[in-house]
């Protein structure tokens, strides 16, 4: 069965830190990665893509991911109390995404 | 581009009774997945259409049945409806290019079986 782990939270972290999300994946045969935010009551909001090993910046966000130990991470920079929400991993399947269950993170102000 | 739009948003219904969501995806997308969303299970995929044949399926019972549609419209029924049933109902789309499956999600339409 394929699964998506993800600590479920909540990570609380002042408002300017760095928030770190990890997340693990047990299909080696995953090629894409996709990170959601979904805030509460409402749907989830795509907000990062990582194909390739390595790093992917975009504005505050980046996606890593090593697929040798099938680990995918999202660091968000100068967090701010607009980005409490809980974060949804999700890996590709064949036309498929299997997602985790969401870490929730805080920011505080 | 317009977005995923679901209808209706919000259903109440009774235990027995059956149900239909409906989805319209971004124009141009031709595959559409459908999710069930609970606090305590997460995202669970029920099914993905494209080009009106199922392609995919989750886990679920046979209660559980969709269909898509020329212009990529898709819906979804439930029969018989259960308490467990009670959840909020996701669709996506997706442009399927390659081998890159971003979805983008609609609004969701929130079930309550009572």
Known sequence: ?109 | KAGVTQTPRYLIKTRGQQVTLSCSPISGHRSVSWYQQTPGQGLQFLFEYFSETQRNKGNFPGRFSGRQFSNSRSEMNVSTLELGDSALYLCASSSTTGQVYEQYFGPGTRLTVT
């Open chain 1, 1 to 109: 069965q394929k699964e998506v782990e993800q600590n479920s939270g909540p990570l609380s972290v002042p408002e300017g830190a760095i928030a770190s999300l990890n997340c693990t994946y047990s299909d080696r045969g995953s090629q894409s990665f996709f990170w959601y935010r979904q805030y509460s009551g409402k749907s989830p909001e795509l907000i990062m893509s990582i194909y390739s090993n390595g790093d992917k910046e975009d504005g505050r966000f980046t996606a890593q991911l090593n697929k040798a130990s099938q680990y995918v991470s999202l660091l968000i920079r100068d967090s701010q109390p607009s980005d409490s929400a809980t974060y949804l991993c999700a890996a590709s399947g064949y036309s498929t995404l299997t997602f985790g269950k969401g870490t929730m993170l805080l920011v505080s102000p």
